[in-house]
């Protein structure tokens, strides 16, 4: 099986929104609620670095431990690994993600700013300029025969949809609305023309849409 | 977190039956159609051991491709490994599953007849005599920190489920009736007195029934 390129977990607001305005360090998804937004995510047993054996096992958790499922690297946005714009002044800060970060794998960061490689814990963080199908490859190559998970935000995702590199999408819908920000769609029906859809209310209140190539 | 024992991917009638009577060489399903049962499962992406590269990627191939995820052994009945009774006569038929087994890592299977375990491709079948809870610690073990699967058929679930040793299930109620053969439930409710669940439609016409303890 070819590798795929697969947004998971990706969370969008019933107004489209993956994140509001003004992120800053102390507020990443800016003026969006990241605990009610998130909420969902963070009810599952699977959650990633999850402190306690406790958490739900139905529908959103099956979901949820897909994330690491025959993935060999990421690539996120710069806004995904911190609030910083410009070149970088501190290589102290290592984002956002601590000492443990969840990706486990080799992960690469879009910026027009160069900055080294560092590893933390099984997690190496590259720092990447070139356009998304130059990154994809380069990104596939690090993942050893498996897929390339597409972590974010919004408008990374959209660049990778508008080069038309994305395989399959999952996206939780929250019922709730952040009005202004980093936005993923106007709705979730603008990706049919290229994709098959399934829609899954879950008993958490989120709605998971489920795209793959057609 | 602990060692989960989870039932994946297991396929019932809407009356309850994981197989039909008259289980044969030619009938690992006896009277019941499986191309039928198992239809929903082989129209995914990720059904084990898949030739081509199509199939759907929506919700139930979440639940198909979480099938080896976090595995570390399975158990399974001795019908699920073949049809013969009594005492083994043949060593030289090594079961349903063909030179490339589908589960990649140790089986446990359960039987009251000794013979010698042997390796096809990634899976080691051993054989083994016991109740459940020395069968699970000895799976455990093999497991090397990982889950195991419970892999069925019904009469096995069953048993586990009275000793009270499963974690999690996953059951796709597929909306046909077999009538008669081995029965896990008399109705999904059955359960509910020691599980959470979950009840999610899926576009296939299967329904899955997530259950996990409370």
Do not use: C
């Amino acid at each position: 099986m070819s590798q795929q390129l697969r947004v998971q977990n990706f969370t969008v607001s019933a107004d489209g929104f993956g994140a509001g305005e003004h992120q800053s360090l102390e507020r990443p998804f800016g003026t969006a609620d990241p605990g009610r937004l998130m909420a969902w995510l963070l009810a599952t047993a699977s959650m990633p670095n999850r402190a306690d054996s406790g958490g739900n096992r139905g529908l959103d958790d099956y979901l949820v431990r897909d994330f690491g499922n025959n993935i060999g690297a990421e690539i996120m946005g710069r806004n995904k690994f911190g609030p910083q714009r410009g070149p970088w002044t501190d290589h102290e800060w290592q984002g956002w993600w601590g000492d443990e970060p969840p990706f486990r794998t080799p992960v690469f960061v879009l910026t027009h700013h160069p900055r080294p490689s560092f590893t933390l814990s099984d997690t190496t963080f590259h720092f990447v300029d070139g356009e998304p199908k130059t990154v994809l490859d380069r990104a596939r190559e690090a993942a050893g025969g498996k897929d390339v998970r597409l972590g974010g935000g919004a408008t990374t995702v959209r660049q990778f949809l508008d080069a038309d590199l994305v395989d399959t999408l999952h996206v939780a819908v929250v019922p709730m609305e952040i009005g202004a920000g980093t936005r993923l769609w106007e709705s979730p029906d603008d990706l049919l023309d290229r994709f098959h859809r399934e829609v899954v209310p879950s008993a958490s209140g989120v709605t998971h849409h489920l795209f793959w190539r057609r």
